[in-house]
């Protein structure tokens, strides 16, 4: 189930793994290596931060004192930087580079694939960013490249396996749907209405794909949305003006905001991007988040 991520950081450059507090007046890096890590991901009980690396998925605790220490999922071992933990923190998700989704004990073990096969001539792909509150529930952004250009659609599964549901009609480029605490919204980027291609901002809409709000509009390019589990701010990714997707190795802007947009702050600016804050990273009791910086020694 090899290779994996084929990106690499660059001579002279580290990942270091941040806990910042919600409102950036504490930030501490609590590890740093010359691997590149991505994507910090907190358990519901709040002893780990999960990350990937190098196609694979490793704990660490919130301290950096334990760990880190990989989480077995042979046979799978290139998942990419997509995962998620279940609300009642047993399993974990996790989209692999073979364009599937798999479930695995949180514990480590032989993963199982929940994703349905698609014809060939879609070049279907899944990415996965969110569960719902209860667990029943994955939101993905489904990848179509079968028709020679490429679409992407918010989608739901159950994480039991199931029918793909499609919330969005592939008009607009989408990415990084992640339910509320609550379950009432989804939050995630999109291009949808953009008069620059490729220049995404922050929507909320229902589970079922209605009531599409535009929750920030600035000339920032803007991914990533992770609502605190209080439900009082939302964290996400802020790149600068005219990047195109979201790349690595960018002057980005960790921020936050209330849940309707409002009361935008600067957390920290650092070279990042891919890899920082692609996945759900607060704290359980919503004090902190974590996120990864790529800075050049």
Known sequence: MRPVNPRRLKDGQVSELVVASHDGETIEVIYETGDLIEAPNWTP???????????????????????????????????????????????????????????????????????????PERGFRY??????????????????????????????????????????????????????????????????????????????????????????????VNWFPHPSPDGRLVAYLSYPPGTTGHPADQDVIVRTMTPDGDAIREIERFNGGQGTINVASWSPDSSRFAYVRYPFR
């Not at 079968?146 to 739901?156: A, I, K, P, Q, Y």
């Not at 919204?185 to 709000?213: C, L």
Request: no cysteine; hydrophobic share 30%.
């Open 127 to 220: 990415y996965l960013h969110g569960i719902s509150p209860d667990g029943r529930m994955l939101a993905y952004v489904g990848l179509e490249t079968g028709t020679g250009e490429t679409m992407t659609r918010v989608f739901l599964i159950p994480s039991s396996g199931g029918k793909d549901v499609a919330l969005t009609d592939g008009s607009s480029p989408v990415d990084g749907p992640e339910f509320t605490p609550g379950g009432e919204w989804i939050y995630f980027n999109s291009e949808q209405g953009s008069s620059a291609a490729e220049h995404a901002q922050i929507f909320r809409m229902k589970p079922d794909g209605t009531a599409v709000e535009q929750l920030t509009f600035d000339d920032r």
């Open 45 to 119: 009980d709040g002893r780990w931060l999960i990350y990937n690396a190098d196609g694979r998925l490793f704990r660490i605790s919130p301290d950096g004192s334990i760990g880190p220490s990989r989480i077995n999922t042979a046979p799978v071992e290139n998942l990419n930087n997509d995962h998620v933990v279940s609300p009642d923190g047993h399993f974990l998700y996790a989209s692999a580079n073979d364009g599937h989704l798999y479930r695995v004990s949180v514990e480590g073990g032989e993963p199982v694939r929940i994703s349905n096969t698609h014809p």
